[in-house]
């Protein structure tokens, strides 16, 4: 599903524009309220049964665009009642971070494999024969069924069907979850075990009745940028083509500096770094401390590692990630600055929360956040000039190459090659948290020793991540040609190096 321009993208990005433009163009914070009349217009609903019921999606959507929290037993009183709580210096969310919606719920079913009317009744019945536990019988008309009391769910019956007529049917939320975090409420609907979660952000990104969102700050963002402070961006890698081909990195730095940003601030830089210092600690540690180290940039997969293999914590590196390393040199330099990172992933808004990043980072938006902002001020990058000055040059290609999966690992590799020429790496890298999951599996029982580990919570690397506009394929190619164009390719070759010990004094 995710790729294919739907009216879910459209609800969320248009929620994102109006509180944008709510934010730039007005201090009368009551008209929040009429927003989702204007997003949905008229008596007749657009995609459910009822036009009220829309509305009042649409409104929980608002709140959590806002940072605010969902009222627990649906909407009870006007947004604008609590937005003056939003629109105060509020750098922190509360927790959840993900949540959903309730009645925007489906309650699709749960996972199950089901024999559908193209069942021919074979004499065959090679479904029947390979069911481990029974549970595929004959009615009447010799047709099979499922027992589904006795099912459980191995697919091998689905796999057999010569007509293809068993079909397996899973909630999207959940089976885009790599950590079973999706379970049921009472009435069916999903609901999520924040024990489990590590906020990816995948669910809601594949759930297809818009009833999951995550919080935003793009409202305080804006609030700070109006009142004249010096707000600074730090841009991921993944950035480049997010706003199509026009969107070149000077016109996207002309358009920011619309928006009302002080400067613009390339985040491969920190990936230089974070890339050199992985480096020296796996040369340092692997194998005389830890059998195996697994990589620290991607806060979903750091998370599921020590929720689900806590025996495993002191493996993953300590290296701070390359949006704390940019976020740090930036304030270095800019004492009085709020930062904001802006970047594809959803769990770096969790990762900014923690105690000890909040200092660093005052906001994080995606880049799908950053679209209402351009959209709430009408830029047009077709049209729009870029100062010649403007321009994105200060990052190695392999720090731009963090932004697709495999590429934190080959850059390690290609360090540790300048740094010790004769140590042989062995690499594997987990596409999205499944896969996290059974290579985790591998290294506790021995078979990954001596290895260096890429983790991605999101399949294809942080271009797939849960904020981001265009389809994996095109963001992998944009990202590839970013990458060699570069000056310099190498990661130990970054004029940014000797600033490691200025970012790592803080820790």
Sequence with gaps: MRGVHSAVDDIRRSVFTEVARLAYESDDYKQVDMIPYKIVPGEVAHHRHD????????????????????????????????IQDAATDQKYFNEPLVNIIPYACNACPPKQVR???????????????????????????????????????????????????????????????????????EL???????????????????????????????????????????????????????YGPDATPAKLKTAMRTLGFADVVEVAIGADLCTVEEANDFLREVPEKIDWM???????WSMMAKKLFPQFKDNISMALTPMVITARMVKKDHPNARIVF????????????????????????????????????????????????????????????????????????????????????????????????????????GKRNGYLLEGMGCPGGCVAGAGTLRPVKESTASVERFKN??????????????RLKDVEEKC
């Design 51 to 82: 036009v009220f019921l829309e509305r009042a999606i649409v409104s929980a959507r608002l709140k959590l665009a806002l940072g605010m929290d969902l009222d627990p037993n649906g909407p009870s009183a006007p947004i604008s009642a609590n």
């Design 294 to 300: 697994g990589t620290s940039c991607c806060p979903a």
């Design 188 to 242: 069916g609907r999903a609901k999520i075990n924040y024990d489990k979660c590590v906020s990816c952000g995948m669910c809601l990104v594949n759930c297809p009745f818009a009833a999951i969102a995550d919080k935003s700050q793009i409202f305080q963002l804006i609030q700070a940028i109006k009142r004249g402070e010096e707000v600074i961006a730090c841009v991921a890698p993944a950035f480049v083509g997010q």
């Design 342 to 445: 802006i970047g594809p992933c959803a769990a770096k808004k969790l990762e900014a929360n923690r105690k000890s990043v909040r200092s660093d980072v005052d906001f994080v938006l995606t880049f799908e956040e950053l679209l209402g902002m351009f959209d709430a001020k009408e830029i047009d990058f077709k049209t729009l000039e870029a100062d010649p000055a403007d321009g994105m040059d200060e990052g190695s290609g392999f720090g731009r190459g963090f932004a697709v999966g495999g590429g934190v690992a080959a850059a390690v590799v290609e360090a540790i090659k300048h740094i010790d020429p004769d140590r042989e790496i062995l690499i594997e890298y987990g596409d999205g948290l499944k896969e996290c999951r059974k290579m985790l599996a591998m290294a506790k029982a």
């Design 485 to 498: 164009a570069a000056s310099s390719m190498s990661t130990t070759e970054s004029p940014y190096l000797g």
């Design 115 to 185: 024999i559908t009317d193209s069942c021919q009744g074979c004499i065959s019945h090679p479904c029947m024969n390979v069911c481990p536990k029974d549970a595929i019988y004959l009615d009447e008309n010799k047709r099979c069924h499922i027992d589904q009391s006795k099912c459980i769910k191995c697919g091998k019956c689905f796999n057999q069907c010569p007509y293809r007529a068993i079909s397996k049917v899973e909630r999207p939320c959940a089976a885009a979850c790599g950590m079973d975090a999706i379970e049921s409420d």
